[in-house]
């Protein structure tokens, strides 16, 4: 039988505007035209989580709309504005590599985004140039271009230019936001609550550099916590030579900065631990260091007995790459967030990608939690029985089945992070399994098609009309894949199912042929009696198998299904019994007659049964079915194979 297989869409594209064509806007660019041969994680890339996220790929970004005030970038094309003054950065992307763009630069407001010692400063290629030209309409520009996620990249202390000009425009436009600077919007609750209203996400504050000043000075004094020295002070020294931190001269701009860098570190002491005025961080122009950041770290502290202990360190670092693949990871994970339907501050996102989210954790926590959150894209319901003590055909024996199986898929989805909603039926009922299969596609259908929406499910209903319920559930909703479990089924109901992704269970089939050849290989019976135990389609594949395998032998295969037929047959001659579950195992055992027989399931449960029945009925082998559950998640047809177990 022939099984499709999904394959995950990649590349999907994500529509970016850019406020603010500095440095790090730059950097940014540049690491979209270098990695855009990249197609999936064969390749570890240095600076971000994962090179896909969800689907989406670092060339995934498709930047259509840039917003800068200078003169020399405004008017022009995104390849000539990159690298116009005052833009300083390292350039790691060949420019013959950068192609050609229809996107122009356009005038954005300028409010408080350009302090006015940077306006006075005497050399014009260090500083801005203001252009002079009126400011689009931004809100009109997001929705022309379609834009799916803004990025912030104003200079530092732009409080106004963000909160009262762009944030409303992009609320009103519909956008997500990726704020990389310290104007304080996811972590302040008001502005948080503003998007969240509006059903948009947002992944603020002050984007956390790969390996900054502070993510240094942040995790040393984790250690230092977790070791059980204590701090008496700390320093933090910065130096750069980029507009970033010439604008951070004017000191009521240089003061956002600092309090986004303290609350990153702070956070990891109790109160009074370490007073705010023993944590000492600053940041100095140096005009010759272009975008070259240096940064001196030092902590002084104590350890047993009091003994002084101090840790200096000394940080080099190109400060706009540093950040840009940070930012790459933001731009995809809040375009995964507005595919989930997810609003107001990502909280995960925030914390392992920002210096000032709302929440602070520990490095190592909030990646944790990222990691769950990137891993949680699908929804999934998985259909099953709960065959309990109380009700189950053949009594608690034949529970353990599905119980063992259900609770191996909830184990495994734990392990991988997933979702996982298991419906039952509590008996083998095709109306109930029709109801659930119902139920389940409407569960499905309440998500966000940014889920992988996945139904498990086992095509054995016998009978028309179940399968004419099943193939009319799942094909109103072609968005959600279904896979078969534990029961294959015949061509013309899955012909009927377009949305038909695999199956994962036994090899049916084979599983009868596997029956068959055990118990003609240790017994010399004329005629293979095979009890049928129910309508079901995995069941007319084993007895195929049965029958092949027989054939093949020169032996007579005779199917009852029901308890006189059974008796009759086993009456006449030299017999051997097939059972294709347990239920058939249980028919043989009680018959009068003796014979040997070859059954499916586990052999304790065929132990217990024949125990209970003081039967002297002689079983040569056991094949168990065993597996779906923990391939369950596996994205892909997984064939298990019977197995033989001792009878």
């Given at each position: 039988?022939?099984?499709?297989?999904?394959?995950?869409?990649?590349?999907?594209?994500?529509?970016?505007?850019?406020?603010?064509?500095?440095?790090c806007w730059c950097s940014v660019m540049q690491g979209i035209y270098?990695?855009?041969?990249?197609?999936?994680?064969?390749?570890?890339?240095?600076?971000?989580?994962?090179?896909?996220?969800?689907?989406?790929?670092?060339?995934?970004?498709?930047?259509?709309?840039?917003?800068?005030?200078?003169?020399?970038?405004?008017?022009?094309?995104?390849?000539?504005?990159?690298?116009?003054?005052?833009?300083?950065?390292?350039?790691?992307?060949?420019?013959?590599?950068?192609?050609?763009?229809?996107?122009?630069?356009?005038?954005?407001?300028?409010?408080?985004?350009?302090?006015?010692?940077?306006?006075?400063?005497?050399?014009?290629?260090?500083?801005?140039?203001?252009?002079?030209?009126?400011?689009?309409?931004?809100?009109?520009?997001?929705?022309?271009?379609?834009?799916?996620?803004?990025?912030?990249?104003?200079?530092?202390?732009?409080?106004?230019?963000?909160?009262?000009?762009?944030?409303?425009?992009?609320?009103?436009?519909?956008?997500?936001?990726?704020?990389?600077?310290?104007?304080?919007?996811?972590?302040?609750?008001?502005?948080?609550?503003?998007?969240?209203?509006?059903?948009?996400?947002?992944?603020?504050?002050?984007?956390?550099?790969?390996?900054?000043?502070?993510?240094?000075?942040?995790?040393?004094?984790?250690?230092?916590?977790?070791?059980?020295?204590?701090?008496?002070?700390?320093?933090?020294?910065?130096?750069?030579?980029?507009?970033?931190?010439?604008?951070?001269?004017?000191?009521?701009?240089?003061?956002?900065?600092?309090?986004?860098?303290?609350?990153?570190?702070?956070?990891?002491?109790?109160?009074?631990?370490?007073?705010?005025?023993?944590?000492?961080?600053?940041?100095?122009?140096?005009?010759?260091?272009?975008?070259?950041?240096?940064?001196?770290?030092?902590?002084?502290?104590?350890?047993?007995?009091?003994?002084?202990?101090?840790?200096?360190?000394?940080?080099?670092?190109?400060?706009?790459?540093?950040?840009?693949?940070?930012?790459?990871?933001?731009?995809?994970?809040?375009?995964?967030?507005?595919?989930?339907?997810?609003?107001?501050?990502?909280?995960?996102?925030?914390?392992?990608?920002?210096?000032?989210?709302?929440?602070?954790?520990?490095?190592?926590?909030?990646?944790?939690?990222?990691?769950?959150?990137?891993?949680?894209?699908?929804?999934?319901?998985?259909?099953?029985?709960?065959?309990?003590?109380?009700?189950?055909?053949?009594?608690?024996?034949?529970?353990?089945?599905?119980?063992?199986?259900?609770?191996?898929?909830?184990?495994?989805?734990?392990?991988?992070?997933?979702?996982?909603?298991?419906?039952?039926?509590?008996?083998?009922?095709?109306?109930?399994?029709?109801?659930?299969?119902?139920?389940?596609?409407?569960?499905?259908?309440?998500?966000?098609?940014?889920?992988?929406?996945?139904?498990?499910?086992?095509?054995?209903?016998?009978?028309?009309?179940?399968?004419?319920?099943?193939?009319?559930?799942?094909?109103?909703?072609p968005e959600i894949n279904v896979w078969a479990i534990n029961s294959?089924?015949?061509?013309?109901?899955?012909?009927?199912?377009?949305?038909?992704?695999?199956?994962?269970?036994?090899?049916?089939?084979?599983?009868?042929?596997?029956?068959?050849?055990?118990?003609?290989?240790?017994?010399?019976?004329?005629?293979?009696?095979?009890?049928?135990?129910?309508?079901?389609?995995?069941?007319?594949?084993?007895?195929?198998?049965?029958?092949?395998?027989?054939?093949?032998?020169?032996?007579?295969?005779?199917?009852?299904?029901?308890?006189?037929?059974?008796?009759?047959?086993?009456?006449?001659?030299?017999?051997?019994?097939?059972?294709?579950?347990?239920?058939?195992?249980?028919?043989?055992?009680?018959?009068?007659?003796?014979?040997?027989?070859?059954?499916?399931?586990?052999?304790?449960?065929?132990?217990?049964?024949?125990?209970?029945?003081?039967?002297?009925?002689?079983?040569?082998?056991?094949?168990?079915?065993?597996?779906?559950?923990?391939?369950?998640?596996?994205?892909?047809?997984?064939?298990?194979?019977?197995?033989?177990?001792?009878?």
């Amino acid at each position: 039988m022939f099984w499709t297989v999904q394959k995950k869409v990649l590349g999907k594209e994500i529509r970016v505007c850019f406020i603010g064509a500095g440095n790090c806007w730059c950097s940014v660019m540049q690491g979209i035209y270098y990695y855009k041969n990249l197609k999936d994680d064969g390749m570890r890339v240095s600076g971000i989580m994962h090179n896909v996220i969800c689907g989406y790929l670092i060339s995934s970004i498709n930047v259509r709309l840039v917003i800068d005030i200078d003169v020399r970038k405004v008017g022009k094309k995104i390849k000539e504005a990159m690298f116009a003054k005052p833009n300083c950065t390292k350039i790691f992307c060949r420019k013959e590599d950068i192609p050609d763009s229809d996107v122009v630069v356009k005038m954005g407001y300028v409010s408080d985004g350009v302090a006015p010692h940077m306006l006075e400063y005497p050399n014009k290629d260090k500083t801005f140039v203001i252009a002079n030209e009126e400011p689009v309409n931004f809100k009109e520009e997001l929705i022309k271009e379609k834009i799916d996620v803004v990025v912030c990249f104003l200079p530092t202390g732009s409080q106004k230019a963000v909160k009262e000009k762009y944030v409303p425009d992009i609320i009103a436009a519909g956008c997500g936001f990726v704020n990389g600077i310290p104007v304080f919007v996811a972590s302040d609750e008001k502005m948080a609550e503003k998007f969240r209203k509006a059903g948009l996400p947002v992944i603020g504050d002050d984007v956390k550099s790969l390996l900054g000043s502070t993510v240094l000075q942040r995790v040393v004094a984790w250690l230092f916590n977790l070791r059980g020295l204590k701090i008496i002070d700390s320093c933090q020294l910065n130096y750069g030579g980029n507009t970033d931190f010439l604008n951070l001269a004017m000191v009521v701009r240089k003061i956002f900065k600092i309090i986004s860098k303290k609350s990153s570190i702070l956070c990891f002491f109790k109160k009074d631990e370490l007073k705010e005025e023993n944590l000492v961080i600053d940041a100095q122009y140096v005009p010759y260091l272009n975008d070259n950041k240096r940064a001196v770290i030092e902590f002084n502290a104590t350890q047993f007995g009091d003994v002084p202990t101090t840790l200096h360190m000394d940080l080099s670092v190109e400060d706009s790459p540093n950040s840009a693949g940070i930012i790459i990871d933001a731009i995809r994970l809040c375009k995964v967030a507005m595919d989930r339907g997810l609003c107001g501050p990502i909280i995960p996102a925030c914390a392992h990608l920002m210096k000032h989210p709302p929440v602070q954790m520990e490095e190592g926590e909030a990646r944790e939690e990222l990691e769950r959150f990137i891993a949680d894209s699908s929804r999934n319901v998985i259909i099953g029985h709960n065959l309990t003590k109380d009700n189950a055909q053949s009594g608690d024996v034949w529970s353990e089945y599905w119980q063992e199986e259900l609770a191996a898929a909830q184990d495994k989805a734990r392990e991988l992070k997933r979702h996982c909603e298991i419906l039952t039926t509590d008996r083998y009922d095709n109306d109930q399994t029709v109801d659930r299969v119902e139920e389940g596609v409407s569960y499905l259908s309440e998500f966000p098609d940014g889920y992988e929406k996945n139904i498990y499910l086992p095509l054995s209903a016998g009978e028309r009309k179940h399968k004419e319920r099943i193939i009319k559930a799942l094909a109103s909703h072609p968005e959600i894949n279904v896979w078969a479990i534990n029961s294959e089924s015949d061509e013309d109901y899955l012909e009927g199912i377009p949305n038909i992704r695999g199956y994962i269970g036994v090899d049916n089939f084979r599983l009868g042929q596997m029956l068959c050849e055990e118990l003609l290989a240790h017994s010399s019976v004329l005629k293979v009696i095979v009890f049928k135990h129910q309508e079901n389609s995995s069941l007319d594949l084993r007895i195929k198998g049965v029958r092949d395998y027989a054939e093949r032998s020169g032996k007579e295969v005779v199917v009852c299904t029901n308890d006189q037929e059974l008796k009759e047959v086993v009456s006449f001659g030299d017999i051997g019994g097939i059972a294709l579950g347990i239920r058939g195992a249980e028919k043989f055992i009680k018959l009068s007659s003796s014979f040997v027989f070859t059954s499916v399931d586990t052999s304790p449960r065929i132990a217990k049964v024949m125990a209970d029945k003081n039967t002297d009925k002689k079983i040569l082998a056991v094949f168990t079915q065993k597996g779906m559950g923990e391939n369950i998640f596996n994205g892909r047809t997984t064939i298990i194979n019977p197995v033989r177990v001792t009878a």
